[in-house]
């Protein structure tokens, strides 16, 4: 399938993702970043219509970018006290640096996207709400803070959990097809093969 994906980095260091399933004019974002001009001018310029946000998990550098977007936005419902209340980790990691405002939108609960076109895997461990979306024809699973190229999600924070995070390895990564490009919500790209042999966190908790 012809398909076209924009990667924006922002300076919280997490991706987002404009994907172009279709090559056409819709697209959908992956991750709201709180600096989301640039995305929303590459929309423009390209004269693109939103079909809609999807949202890998609640941490703001992820998600506060809500308050500026003005299509659908799907996210699990877990973590939706996380986005909605961003200002506690802001402090926390940034000494209240940035000033959010509060996200008062609908939230729509992502398992209620049910399509031929992507696949929702639930795995908690970095937050109780952490999803990945996989689309099969075009290879491709963003998988927000779960996995890395090179190491996995904290699970020290609000709502993680580390026995959560090994489950989650073990039985949702591990069934990720091999031939997979994983698209992660910070760094570099890598196929699914390659990370389960070398990243060592991967490969620790799948072979114990
Ligand atoms: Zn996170």
Redesign the pocket.
Known sequence: MNSELYRFTSFTS?NCYILRPFNDDVCFFVDLPPDLDEPINYVKKNNLSIGGALV????F??SLGMVNFESKIFMNLEDEFLARNPQEQIASFTNNFIQSETFNGEIIDVNTLNNDLINIYHNPG??AG?TSFEFPDLGIIFT??FVFKESI??TD?KSGSNSDMISSIKNVYSKFNKDYEILP?HGPSEKVSIISKENEFIREYLND
């Open positions: 997490s890998t998990h609640g941490h550098d992820h970095h937050t952490s927000g803070d999600g904290r924070l919500g």
